[in-house]
Protein backbone atom coordinates (compact mmCIF):
# COMPACT_ATOMS: atom_id res chain seq x y z
CA UNK A 1 0.00 0.00 0.00
CA UNK A 2 1.80 3.57 -0.80
CA UNK A 3 2.71 5.35 1.80
CA UNK A 4 0.69 9.19 2.52
CA UNK A 5 2.82 12.57 3.15
CA UNK A 6 1.35 14.39 5.95
CA UNK A 7 -1.04 16.91 3.70
CA UNK A 8 -2.63 14.05 2.02
CA UNK A 9 -6.21 15.29 3.80
CA UNK A 10 -5.54 18.34 2.65
CA UNK A 11 -5.11 17.41 -0.83
CA UNK A 12 -7.91 15.53 -0.64
CA UNK A 13 -9.85 18.70 0.42
CA UNK A 14 -8.78 20.90 -2.03
CA UNK A 15 -9.52 18.30 -5.21
CA UNK A 16 -6.44 17.25 -5.94
CA UNK A 17 -6.33 13.62 -8.16
CA UNK A 18 -4.24 11.53 -6.41
CA UNK A 19 -1.76 8.89 -8.18
CA UNK A 20 0.64 6.38 -6.54
CA UNK A 21 4.49 7.67 -7.32
CA UNK A 22 7.64 5.98 -6.07
CA UNK A 23 5.23 4.16 -3.33
CA UNK A 24 3.60 7.30 -2.19
CA UNK A 25 0.20 8.55 -2.83
CA UNK A 26 0.74 12.24 -4.20
CA UNK A 27 -1.84 14.52 -6.20
CA UNK A 28 -0.82 14.55 -9.46
CA UNK A 29 -3.32 18.00 -10.50
CA UNK A 30 -5.92 19.87 -8.61
CA UNK A 31 -7.41 21.81 -11.68
CA UNK A 32 -5.09 20.46 -15.08
CA UNK A 33 -1.80 20.33 -15.25
CA UNK A 34 -1.73 23.28 -17.25
CA UNK A 35 -3.09 26.14 -15.48
CA UNK A 36 -0.97 24.51 -12.66
CA UNK A 37 1.91 24.86 -14.92
CA UNK A 38 1.17 28.32 -16.28
CA UNK A 39 0.76 29.62 -13.13
CA UNK A 40 4.02 28.57 -11.50
CA UNK A 41 5.44 30.88 -14.18
CA UNK A 42 3.26 33.41 -13.87
CA UNK A 43 2.77 33.35 -10.19
CA UNK A 44 3.61 30.99 -7.82
CA UNK A 45 2.72 26.89 -6.98
CA UNK A 46 3.06 25.67 -3.82
CA UNK A 47 3.91 21.62 -4.18
CA UNK A 48 3.99 18.40 -1.54
CA UNK A 49 7.28 17.27 -1.80
CA UNK A 50 7.08 15.26 1.47
CA UNK A 51 8.03 12.21 -0.33
CA UNK A 52 11.52 13.20 -0.63
CA UNK A 53 13.92 12.30 1.58
CA UNK A 54 15.95 13.61 3.95
CA UNK A 55 19.68 11.90 5.13
CA UNK A 56 21.63 13.45 7.79
CA UNK A 57 25.59 13.87 7.77
CA UNK A 58 27.08 14.89 11.10
CA UNK A 59 30.86 14.61 12.40
CA UNK A 60 34.30 16.02 11.96
CA UNK A 61 34.62 13.23 8.84
CA UNK A 62 31.37 14.15 7.41
CA UNK A 63 32.57 16.30 4.76
CA UNK A 64 35.51 14.17 3.87
CA UNK A 65 32.95 10.92 4.03
CA UNK A 66 30.63 12.59 1.28
CA UNK A 67 33.74 13.90 -0.98
CA UNK A 68 34.12 10.22 -1.65
CA UNK A 69 30.72 9.64 -1.88
CA UNK A 70 29.64 12.67 -4.58
CA UNK A 71 30.76 13.80 -7.98
CA UNK A 72 30.76 17.83 -6.76
CA UNK A 73 33.27 18.95 -4.33
CA UNK A 74 31.91 19.37 -0.78
CA UNK A 75 34.75 21.50 0.49
CA UNK A 76 33.52 24.38 -1.27
CA UNK A 77 30.50 24.58 0.24
CA UNK A 78 30.62 27.61 3.02
CA UNK A 79 28.05 27.17 5.85
CA UNK A 80 24.11 27.81 4.60
CA UNK A 81 25.23 26.96 1.43
CA UNK A 82 24.47 23.55 -0.82
CA UNK A 83 24.53 22.34 -4.34
CA UNK A 84 23.38 20.15 -6.53
CA UNK A 85 25.22 16.92 -6.60
CA UNK A 86 25.48 13.17 -7.89
CA UNK A 87 26.30 9.32 -6.13
CA UNK A 88 27.86 6.82 -8.68
CA UNK A 89 28.86 3.89 -8.34
CA UNK A 90 32.27 1.98 -9.13
CA UNK A 91 31.23 2.25 -12.76
CA UNK A 92 30.29 5.72 -12.99
CA UNK A 93 26.45 4.54 -13.42
CA UNK A 94 24.16 7.24 -11.13
CA UNK A 95 23.05 5.62 -7.99
CA UNK A 96 21.07 9.03 -7.28
CA UNK A 97 20.92 12.62 -7.87
CA UNK A 98 20.34 15.14 -4.83
CA UNK A 99 21.20 18.07 -3.14
CA UNK A 100 23.17 18.69 -0.18
CA UNK A 101 23.83 21.80 1.96
CA UNK A 102 26.06 22.40 4.43
CA UNK A 103 24.33 23.17 8.00
CA UNK A 104 26.80 23.66 9.98
CA UNK A 105 30.87 23.32 10.05
CA UNK A 106 30.34 19.56 10.41
CA UNK A 107 26.61 18.93 9.58
CA UNK A 108 25.38 17.94 6.38
CA UNK A 109 21.67 17.43 5.04
CA UNK A 110 21.20 15.46 1.65
CA UNK A 111 17.77 15.86 0.11
CA UNK A 112 17.39 12.81 -2.05
CA UNK A 113 14.63 10.66 -4.53
CA UNK A 114 12.05 9.33 -3.18
CA UNK A 115 12.25 6.22 -4.67
CA UNK A 116 16.06 5.94 -3.75
CA UNK A 117 16.11 6.53 -0.11
CA UNK A 118 16.06 2.88 0.37
CA UNK A 119 18.68 2.73 -2.22
CA UNK A 120 20.92 5.56 -0.91
CA UNK A 121 21.37 4.43 2.10
CA UNK A 122 22.18 1.01 2.02
CA UNK A 123 24.98 2.32 -0.40
CA UNK A 124 26.26 5.02 2.05
CA UNK A 125 26.42 1.79 4.57
CA UNK A 126 28.33 -0.24 2.14
CA UNK A 127 30.67 3.35 1.39
CA UNK A 128 31.57 3.14 5.36
CA UNK A 129 32.05 -0.23 5.27
CA UNK A 130 34.33 -0.32 2.91
CA UNK A 131 36.14 3.28 4.04
CA UNK A 132 39.97 3.02 4.20
CA UNK A 133 39.85 4.70 7.64
CA UNK A 134 37.69 4.84 11.08
CA UNK A 135 35.42 7.53 10.56
CA UNK A 136 33.68 10.06 12.96
CA UNK A 137 30.84 10.99 12.02
CA UNK A 138 26.64 10.29 12.40
CA UNK A 139 24.48 9.59 10.16
CA UNK A 140 20.45 9.61 10.29
CA UNK A 141 17.82 9.16 7.80
CA UNK A 142 15.42 11.32 8.70
CA UNK A 143 13.09 11.05 5.64
CA UNK A 144 9.81 9.41 8.28
CA UNK A 145 9.85 12.25 10.77
CA UNK A 146 10.33 15.37 8.31
CA UNK A 147 8.23 16.78 5.11
CA UNK A 148 9.03 19.54 3.06
CA UNK A 149 7.07 22.13 0.71
CA UNK A 150 7.98 23.82 -2.65
CA UNK A 151 6.92 27.27 -2.94
CA UNK A 152 8.19 28.22 -6.89
CA UNK A 153 7.23 31.10 -9.02
CA UNK A 154 8.52 34.94 -9.57
CA UNK A 155 5.99 36.06 -6.72
CA UNK A 156 6.84 33.86 -4.47
CA UNK A 157 9.40 36.09 -3.00
CA UNK A 158 6.92 38.70 -2.43
CA UNK A 159 4.67 36.90 0.48
CA UNK A 160 7.35 34.20 2.06
CA UNK A 161 8.29 36.43 4.64
CA UNK A 162 4.50 37.10 5.52
CA UNK A 163 5.01 33.25 6.54
CA UNK A 164 8.69 33.09 7.63
CA UNK A 165 9.77 36.22 9.26
CA UNK A 166 13.59 36.55 9.63
CA UNK A 167 15.80 36.78 10.98
CA UNK A 168 17.39 33.49 10.55
CA UNK A 169 18.39 31.56 13.26
CA UNK A 170 20.70 29.15 12.38
CA UNK A 171 22.73 28.24 8.86
CA UNK A 172 22.92 31.75 6.32
CA UNK A 173 22.50 34.63 8.67
CA UNK A 174 20.31 37.03 6.86
CA UNK A 175 17.24 39.14 7.97
CA UNK A 176 14.94 37.63 5.93
CA UNK A 177 14.47 34.65 4.00
CA UNK A 178 14.60 37.00 0.44
CA UNK A 179 18.21 37.61 1.50
CA UNK A 180 18.61 34.43 0.64
CA UNK A 181 20.91 34.02 -2.65
CA UNK A 182 20.35 30.78 -5.14
CA UNK A 183 21.43 27.79 -3.43
CA UNK A 184 21.55 29.76 0.15
CA UNK A 185 19.64 27.88 3.24
CA UNK A 186 18.82 29.72 6.50
CA UNK A 187 16.72 29.13 9.06
CA UNK A 188 13.58 30.39 9.97
CA UNK A 189 10.86 30.23 12.60
CA UNK A 190 7.15 29.34 12.23
CA UNK A 191 5.30 28.35 14.96
CA UNK A 192 8.23 28.37 17.21
CA UNK A 193 9.70 25.73 15.10
CA UNK A 194 13.09 26.78 12.82
CA UNK A 195 12.34 25.72 9.36
CA UNK A 196 14.83 25.02 6.65
CA UNK A 197 14.37 27.36 4.01
CA UNK A 198 16.62 27.30 0.83
CA UNK A 199 16.69 29.28 -2.16
CA UNK A 200 16.26 26.58 -4.67
CA UNK A 201 13.83 24.26 -6.77
CA UNK A 202 13.23 21.92 -9.72
CA UNK A 203 11.09 24.57 -11.88
CA UNK A 204 13.40 26.81 -13.43
CA UNK A 205 11.65 29.33 -11.20
CA UNK A 206 12.67 31.61 -8.44
CA UNK A 207 10.97 29.45 -5.35
CA UNK A 208 11.95 28.50 -1.79
CA UNK A 209 11.98 24.65 -0.80
CA UNK A 210 11.30 24.17 2.67
CA UNK A 211 12.07 21.27 5.37
CA UNK A 212 10.77 21.06 8.90
CA UNK A 213 9.07 18.47 11.13
CA UNK A 214 6.74 16.62 9.79
CA UNK A 215 3.86 17.64 12.40
CA UNK A 216 4.21 21.25 11.19
CA UNK A 217 3.71 20.94 7.49
CA UNK A 218 0.16 21.00 7.05
CA UNK A 219 0.11 24.26 9.05
CA UNK A 220 2.49 25.91 7.13
CA UNK A 221 0.81 24.60 3.98
CA UNK A 222 -2.53 26.39 4.74
CA UNK A 223 -0.84 29.30 6.06
CA UNK A 224 1.49 29.69 2.86
CA UNK A 225 -1.88 29.37 0.53
CA UNK A 226 -3.75 31.96 2.95
CA UNK A 227 -0.68 34.56 2.31
CA UNK A 228 -0.23 33.40 -1.04
CA UNK A 229 -3.85 33.88 -2.57
CA UNK A 230 -3.72 37.69 -3.35
CA UNK A 231 -0.62 36.95 -5.55
CA UNK A 232 -2.34 33.98 -7.61
CA UNK A 233 -0.71 31.31 -5.69
CA UNK A 234 -2.07 27.99 -6.11
CA UNK A 235 -1.59 24.54 -5.31
CA UNK A 236 0.31 22.34 -7.87
CA UNK A 237 0.54 18.96 -8.66
CA UNK A 238 3.19 16.14 -9.79
CA UNK A 239 2.11 16.63 -13.57
CA UNK A 240 2.95 20.32 -13.53
CA UNK A 241 6.32 19.60 -11.18
CA UNK A 242 7.33 17.12 -14.83
CA UNK A 243 6.43 19.60 -17.25
CA UNK A 244 8.03 22.16 -15.70
CA UNK A 245 11.59 20.72 -15.27
CA UNK A 246 11.00 18.79 -18.57
CA UNK A 247 10.86 22.53 -19.87
CA UNK A 248 14.40 22.80 -18.35
CA UNK A 249 15.78 20.05 -19.37
CA UNK A 250 16.14 18.71 -15.29
CA UNK A 251 16.99 15.20 -15.36
CA UNK A 252 14.64 12.75 -13.40
CA UNK A 253 15.53 9.55 -11.33
CA UNK A 254 14.55 6.57 -13.49
CA UNK A 255 14.04 8.53 -16.68
CA UNK A 256 17.09 10.57 -17.63
CA UNK A 257 19.37 8.83 -14.78
CA UNK A 258 19.82 5.13 -13.47
CA UNK A 259 22.88 3.03 -12.61
CA UNK A 260 23.60 2.06 -15.97
CA UNK A 261 24.20 6.02 -16.73
CA UNK A 262 27.06 8.24 -16.16
CA UNK A 263 26.79 12.06 -15.80
CA UNK A 264 28.42 12.93 -18.39
CA UNK A 265 26.50 11.08 -20.36
CA UNK A 266 23.47 12.61 -19.33
CA UNK A 267 25.03 15.90 -19.97
CA UNK A 268 25.54 16.40 -16.23
CA UNK A 269 30.21 16.81 -16.25
CA UNK A 270 29.39 20.53 -14.81
CA UNK A 271 28.60 18.88 -11.48
CA UNK A 272 31.54 16.66 -11.39
CA UNK A 273 34.49 17.88 -9.52
CA UNK A 274 37.80 16.18 -11.30
CA UNK A 275 40.25 18.33 -9.59
CA UNK A 276 38.80 17.66 -6.00
CA UNK A 277 40.61 14.18 -5.58
CA UNK A 278 39.44 10.80 -5.86
CA UNK A 279 35.05 9.70 -5.51
CA UNK A 280 33.69 6.60 -6.19
CA UNK A 281 33.12 6.14 -10.38
CA UNK A 282 36.16 8.53 -11.06
CA UNK A 283 37.96 6.25 -13.05
CA UNK A 284 35.34 5.42 -15.22
CA UNK A 285 34.91 9.29 -15.69
CA UNK A 286 38.06 10.29 -16.19
CA UNK A 287 37.96 7.86 -19.29
CA UNK A 288 34.96 9.13 -20.38
CA UNK A 289 36.40 12.88 -20.31
CA UNK A 290 39.11 11.78 -22.27
CA UNK A 291 37.86 9.65 -25.28
CA UNK A 292 34.38 11.31 -25.27
CA UNK A 293 31.03 9.22 -24.49
CA UNK A 294 29.36 6.76 -26.84
CA UNK A 295 25.35 8.27 -26.39
CA UNK A 296 23.80 11.32 -25.11
CA UNK A 297 21.04 12.68 -23.56
CA UNK A 298 19.47 15.19 -25.94
CA UNK A 299 16.69 17.71 -25.88
CA UNK A 300 14.55 17.51 -28.73
CA UNK A 301 11.68 19.31 -30.31
CA UNK A 302 9.10 18.26 -32.28
CA UNK A 303 8.22 20.10 -35.90
CA UNK A 304 5.39 20.93 -37.29
CA UNK A 305 1.72 19.21 -36.56
CA UNK A 306 3.07 16.74 -34.77
CA UNK A 307 1.72 14.69 -31.26
CA UNK A 308 3.69 14.88 -28.27
CA UNK A 309 6.41 12.92 -27.48
CA UNK A 310 6.06 10.48 -24.22
CA UNK A 311 8.62 8.31 -22.64
CA UNK A 312 9.24 5.18 -24.38
CA UNK A 313 8.89 6.18 -27.64
CA UNK A 314 10.95 4.92 -30.01
CA UNK A 315 13.71 7.43 -31.71
CA UNK A 316 14.48 6.83 -35.47
CA UNK A 317 17.19 8.79 -37.55
CA UNK A 318 16.26 10.97 -40.20
CA UNK A 319 18.38 10.44 -42.71
CA UNK A 320 17.21 7.99 -44.83
CA UNK A 321 18.72 5.16 -43.38
CA UNK A 322 15.86 4.68 -40.41
CA UNK A 323 18.39 3.66 -37.64
CA UNK A 324 16.74 3.42 -34.13
CA UNK A 325 18.76 5.80 -32.16
CA UNK A 326 17.07 5.15 -28.39
CA UNK A 327 14.00 6.04 -25.92
CA UNK A 328 12.13 8.93 -25.57
CA UNK A 329 12.78 9.25 -21.61
CA UNK A 330 10.59 12.36 -20.87
CA UNK A 331 8.50 13.84 -23.17
CA UNK A 332 5.36 16.32 -23.05
CA UNK A 333 3.19 19.09 -24.79
CA UNK A 334 4.90 22.09 -23.51
CA UNK A 335 2.42 24.34 -21.77
CA UNK A 336 4.61 27.54 -22.10
CA UNK A 337 5.75 26.84 -26.03
CA UNK A 338 3.12 25.25 -27.28
CA UNK A 339 5.33 22.45 -28.77
CA UNK A 340 5.99 19.13 -28.15
CA UNK A 341 9.47 18.63 -26.70
CA UNK A 342 11.42 15.70 -25.12
CA UNK A 343 14.52 14.35 -23.51
CA UNK A 344 16.02 10.63 -24.91
CA UNK A 345 19.74 9.06 -25.33
CA UNK A 346 20.85 8.99 -28.73
CA UNK A 347 24.27 8.33 -30.08
CA UNK A 348 26.77 10.69 -29.32
CA UNK A 349 27.57 11.18 -33.67
CA UNK A 350 23.28 12.24 -33.94
CA UNK A 351 23.54 14.62 -30.50
CA UNK A 352 24.93 17.95 -31.77
CA UNK A 353 22.17 20.48 -32.55
CA UNK A 354 19.79 20.56 -35.24
CA UNK A 355 20.01 17.10 -36.13
CA UNK A 356 17.00 15.60 -37.60
CA UNK A 357 15.04 13.03 -35.83
CA UNK A 358 12.00 10.95 -36.51
CA UNK A 359 9.42 9.87 -33.37
CA UNK A 360 7.59 6.81 -33.42
CA UNK A 361 4.13 7.66 -31.74
CA UNK A 362 1.72 4.73 -32.42
CA UNK A 363 3.53 3.25 -35.06
CA UNK A 364 3.60 6.15 -37.04
CA UNK A 365 6.63 8.26 -37.46
CA UNK A 366 6.76 12.36 -36.72
CA UNK A 367 10.04 14.81 -37.44
CA UNK A 368 11.88 16.17 -34.43
CA UNK A 369 14.89 17.88 -34.26
CA UNK A 370 17.93 18.48 -31.64
CA UNK A 371 18.06 21.36 -30.02
CA UNK A 372 20.12 23.26 -27.07
CA UNK A 373 19.02 23.41 -23.55
CA UNK A 374 16.73 24.29 -22.11
CA UNK A 375 14.12 24.49 -23.72
CA UNK A 376 12.27 27.56 -22.06
CA UNK A 377 13.81 30.27 -20.41
CA UNK A 378 12.25 32.74 -17.93
CA UNK A 379 12.35 36.53 -18.18
CA UNK A 380 15.53 37.93 -16.20
CA UNK A 381 13.85 38.89 -12.95
CA UNK A 382 16.35 40.25 -10.37
CA UNK A 383 15.69 38.47 -7.09
CA UNK A 384 13.88 40.61 -4.60
Not at 38 to 57: P, S, T, W, Y
Not at 122 to 144: D, I, Q, V
Not at 232 to 240: D, I, K, N, S, V
Not at 361 to 384: D, H, L, M, N
Amino acid sequence: MPKRTPLFDAHRKLGGKMIEFGGWEMPVQYTSVVDEHLCVRKAAGLFDICHMGELLFSGPDAGRFLNLALTNDINKLEIGQGQYSLMCNEQGGVVDDLYVYRVNRADYLLIVNASRIEADAAWLEKLYAAYPRKATFRTENASGKTGALALQGPKAAEFICECFPGPSVGCTPVGKATDLKKNQLGQFVFKNIPFYVARTGYTGEDGFELVAPSGFIEAAWWKLLEAGKPFGLQPAGLGARDTLRTEMCYPLYGHELNEQTTPLEAGLGFFVSFDKGDFIGRQVLVEQKEKGVKKRCVPFRMIGAAPPPRPGYTIWSADGGGIRLGEVCSGTQSPSLNVGIGLGYVPAEFAAPGTKLEIEVRGRRFPAETTTKPFYRRPSVKQT
